[in-house]
Nanobody, 115 residues
Framework: QVQLEESGGGLVQAGGSLRLSCLSSISIFSFTDMGWYRRAPGKERELVAMSFRYGSSKYADSVKDRFTVSRDRDKNAVSLQMNSLKPEDTAVYFC?????????WGQGTQVIVGK
């Protein structure tokens, strides 16, 4: 049973930064895709950032140039560095990992960005 455990959420003022981390219970070499989704109040879950096995990444237009996703193979983790946060970034952020056969989700961590 793969477990993904997020940490790093919290309350921050607009313009501030947060770093989310997601620790995997298995080696992240197992995952083709690893990254983050979010669900804002009253909205559908959306892709934020994804890191692919061979080094490429993908970002939502709304977070490009502000967020950075990265894998830490030594720690079996993926992180999301979030800079220049905006109130519209307020959401529950979910860690996601896929092996090509199955998908795994974390429980989510809340990020609240004040005005």
């Amino acid at each position: 049973q793969v477990q993904l455990e997020e940490s790093g959420g919290g309350l921050v003022q607009a313009g501030g930064s947060l770093r989310l981390s997601c620790l995997s219970s298995i080696s992240i070499f197992s995952f083709t895709d690893m990254g983050w989704y979010r669900r804002a109040p009253g909205k559908e879950r959306e892709l934020v950032a994804m890191s692919f096995r061979y080094g490429s990444s993908k970002y939502a237009d709304s977070v490009k140039d502000r967020f950075t996703v990265s894998r830490d193979r030594d720690k079996n983790a993926v992180s999301l560095q979030m800079n220049s946060l905006k109130p519209e970034d307020t959401a529950v952020y979910f860690c996601y990992a896929a092996t090509g056969v199955d998908e795994h989700w974390g429980q989510g961590t809340q990020v609240i960005v004040g005005k």
